[in-house]
């Protein structure tokens, strides 16, 4: 039975006709922009999003763009993806259809020959910079510079949108370009549950097939992952969606026409959502290698390992991380850590496991181990960097 009609809709990158409770947020985003889509040329608008991850930033930002007429054309750059100065500009200059140099010129040089061409190709143009807390303050000052270079451009031609998580990232800039870049917060809070029904009953209606669920299922999903008043580590459409559609795919796969409870259970499992990932970024490099070490462990198959296990794998790991082990008794302090933040359960061994003497069993009861082991080695990869 075919659950899942329009695949497509469930793409990350898939930009719906309407944004439901985005609508606040869409409308002060056009008013920051409004003049210079009016009459472009005319001044430097700048504009800062902020949000939590899933809070519809990205939708939100590719939606105004997609509604931009010519002469205004819109270019979006993740900064996850494109992290350094050229790859960035790289990546502009393919979507606003102009040739830089690819090699041979340093940052100062490139720039001058990218508003060069903006003049020369008389464009105009609104500059999304996504994600931008991945970016060195030095970078990011660059392009807000960029926009008052009326000189070289002959007219205000850039507009600019930078999005994060938190405003931090504009303490971190220089005096004068924080100067440049203003305050224009337009921010995204956390959706509550009902909106995430909202959210998901938009796309279910859009890509499921009719009676192959009840909105008992949607409500299900929201609770799980919508943000109560004041909640701030929940509220991710992303994380909703993502488990409506494991679900669906999973009943699909079953060979049934209805998605049932069961398979919401089993999708939410799979996508993390018992620790929060801020939680996991939060932990010290060793209290992540310890985990990654008790992951790694419990994947032979036992439903716990002891401590003596564990700190076997953590030598192992340290080896394949370049890093110098740490302390026995260090590591205790953060079996406790990752233990009081309920990432993991710890219990003293009992008579009759076929244990000798008294020793410490360390178990995972919620997450699904493999999520949680590309989760953590990703980071610990990161912050080795
Ligand atoms: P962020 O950029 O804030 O991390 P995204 O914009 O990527 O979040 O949104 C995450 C997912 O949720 C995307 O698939 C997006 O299409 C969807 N989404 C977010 N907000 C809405 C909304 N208001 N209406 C419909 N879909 C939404
Ligand atoms: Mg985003």
Not at 175 to 187: A, D, H, M, Y
């Amino acid at each position: 039975m075919k659950i899942i009609l329009r695949e497509e809709v469930f793409n990350p990158d898939y930009v719906p006709p309407s944004l439901p409770h985005r609508e606040e947020q869409m409308r002060q985003l056009l008013a920051y922009m409004r003049n210079f889509i009016e009459s472009p040329g005319s001044f430097y608008p700048r504009v800062v999003l902020v949000g939590r991850q899933g809070s519809g930033k990205t939708v939100t930002l590719r939606s105004f763009g997609k509604s931009l007429k010519p002469p205004v054309k819109f270019a979006h750059v993740s900064c996850f993806t494109n992290r350094t100065f050229t790859t960035i500009i790289y990546s502009l200059a393919q979507q606003l259809g102009i040739a830089v140099p690819k090699r041979g010129l340093g940052r100062d040089e490139l720039v001058n020959v990218f508003l060069d061409q903006i003049k020369e190709k008389d464009i105009y143009a609104i500059i999304a910079l996504d994600d931008v807390f991945n970016l060195t303050p030095d970078i990011i000052s660059v392009f807000i510079r960029m926009g008052l270079e009326t000189d070289k451009m002959g007219a205000h031609r850039i507009g600019l949108a930078l999005v994060s998580h938190t405003p931090d990232f504009i303490d971190a800039l220089d005096p004068s370009t924080r100067g440049i870049l203003g305050k224009p917060l337009v921010r995204f809070p956390p959706y509550t549950k009902e909106q995430i029904f909202d959210i998901l009953k938009q796309r279910a209606e859009m890509a499921l097939a009719r009676g192959s669920y009840d909105e008992e299922i949607l409500y299900m999903i929201a609770d799980i992952t919508g943000a109560e008043e004041g909640q701030n580590n929940r509220g991710d459409a992303r994380l909703a969606l993502d488990i409506l559609y494991r679900a669906a795919n999973g009943a699909e796969e079953e060979g049934l026409s209805r998605i049932t409870a069961e398979h919401v259970r089993r999708a939410s499992k799979e996508v993390l959502v018992g620790v929060s990932s801020d939680v996991l970024q939060g932990l010290p490099l060793h209290a992540k290698l310890l985990l990654l070490a008790i992951v790694r462990a419990l994947k032979r198959g036992k439903p716990y390992v002891t401590f003596g296990e564990v700190e076997d794998m953590y030598k192992i790991l340290c080896e394949e991380f370049g890093q110098r082990p740490r302390a026995h008794s260090q590591l205790w302090t953060y079996l406790n850590e990752l233990k009081s933040k309920g990432i993991v359960e710890t219990r003293p061994n009992k008579r009759g496991e076929g244990l000798r003497g008294r020793t410490t069993l360390i178990s995972i009861g919620t997450e699904p181990l493999d999520a949680l082991e590309r989760t953590i080695s990703a980071m610990a990869m990161n912050e080795l960097r």
